[in-house]
């Protein structure tokens, strides 16, 4: 199949620059809806989930929206899904912002936290280290860049693989102030901290990626 009869839909439940997103997956040549419509983003070839703003907000959004269901579902059955930015920190066990700590989707164990750096919010291009292997990062310079825009993320991993039968995610890392989670890879669910829809022909080719595994 060629990456015009994917389908992918972007989820639209209130919290993302889904116009961004839509241009950056039309540039695949990927068929691409902006939709919050149950069927349509169960039956997609792929789902992308983005996110911008708090995480709290960004939960009570996708709730309402069902997408927690949604994304459940289509992971149940093998189903590709995306998450960008607070898209992917809604993937892990909770967030702690201002000393208030929501529940979040628990697909991983860990927490979104503060970054602790001189500077923050992380704002701009920054480098990654992926690991070999890695299907999100192929055919990618391990000096590529990718534009950041975020306050919090994941600085600790901890996954323990219980099934010997069971592949461990493959986690891609960045650095500022300290080292944080930037890139996960587990199964049908990837996710990324920075935007590759914002982040040039780098961002275009990790989506490209993406879209082949479709």
């Not at 208030?100 to 291009?125: F, K, N, R, S």
């Amino acid at each position: 199949m060629t990456a015009a009869s994917k389908k992918v839909v972007v989820f639209d439940y209130g919290f993302g620059n889904v116009r961004s997103a839509e241009r950056a997956l039309a540039r695949t040549g990927a068929d691409v809806e902006i939709t919050r419509d149950f069927d349509r983003a169960m039956n997609a070839d792929g789902l992308l989930v983005p996110g911008v703003g708090a995480f709290a907000s960004c939960m009570k959004g996708l709730r309402d929206a069902r997408g927690d269901w949604i994304i459940d579902r289509r992971l149940s059955g093998g189903r590709p899904v995306l998450g960008i930015c607070v898209g992917m920190q809604i993937l892990f066990a909770r967030g702690i912002e201002h000393g208030v700590e929501t529940e979040g989707l628990d697909e991983w164990p860990g927490a979104v936290e503060p970054l602790q750096a001189e500077i923050v919010p992380h704002m701009g291009w920054n480098t990654v280290d992926a690991p070999a292997g890695s299907r999100l990062f192929a055919g990618l310079d391990a000096d590529a860049r990718f534009y950041f825009v975020h306050s919090y993320a994941v600085q600790d991993w901890s996954f323990d693989v219980q099934n010997p039968a069971m592949q461990a995610p493959t986690v891609t890392w960045s650095t500022h102030g300290r080292p944080f989670v930037a890139a996960v890879e587990n199964g049908p669910l990837w996710a990324t901290q920075f935007h590759p829809e914002k982040s040039g022909d780098a961002g275009a080719q990790l989506l490209t990626n993406w879209i082949g595994t479709l």
